[in-house]
């Protein structure tokens, strides 16, 4: 019965020892089982952030390209203006030209002015020279004049 009793127990170690294993087994595959969920969450929060970043990627692109779009509309505007102010340059030195030009005539007709008036005056003065002589001749003849009545 000893030996009997032996292979019971065995039989019983054995027994314990195959459950323990397949309580680890269990064990094993839930965690397992666990880490996959786990993976397959943290996959799918990769892809919705994988989703997430693509949206704002092509955000970013549309952006970009409006950008480039109105970095060319801004640089035709500015190549326009330069032009524009190039033309303004030309205009204003063209009509600096013209002013000096009438200064200078307006200077050369004040000069002509004075001396205009210089010669009025030189013969203002003649005339009354003249007529200062004339009238003293006048006033001598008439003196003869009576004195010879």
């Known amino acids: 019965m000893r030996r009997a009793g032996g292979a019971e127990d065995a039989a019983n170690?054995?027994?314990?020892?195959?459950?323990?294993?397949?309580?680890s087994i269990r064990q094993r595959e839930q965690q397992a089982a666990t880490a996959v969920a786990r993976a397959h969450d943290a996959a799918k929060a990769v892809k919705e952030q994988l989703r997430n970043a693509e949206a704002r990627a092509d955000r970013a692109e549309a952006a970009l390209r409006q950008a480039k779009a109105?970095?060319?509309?801004?640089?035709?505007?500015?190549?326009?203006?330069?032009?524009?102010?190039e033309l303004l340059h030309s205009y204003l030195?063209?009509?600096?030209?013209?002013?000096?030009?009438?200064?200078?005539?307006?200077?050369?007709?004040?000069?002509?002015g004075g001396d205009?008036?210089?010669?009025?005056?030189?013969?203002?003065?003649?005339?009354r020279r003249e007529f200062s002589v004339s009238a003293s001749l006048a006033l001598e003849h008439a003196a003869r004049s009576e004195a010879f009545s």
Do not use: G
Request: glycine share 0%; net charge negative; no cysteine.
């Open 93 to 112: 030195a063209a009509k600096d030209a013209e002013l000096s030009a009438a200064e200078q005539r307006a200077v050369a007709a004040e000069q002509r």
């Open 116 to 127: 205009a008036e210089a010669a009025i005056q030189r013969i203002v003065e003649a005339i």
């Open 70 to 85: 109105e970095i060319a509309e801004l640089t035709s505007a500015l190549a326009q203006a330069n032009k524009d102010i």
């Open 13 to 23: 170690s054995v027994l314990a020892l195959v459950s323990e294993a397949a309580a």
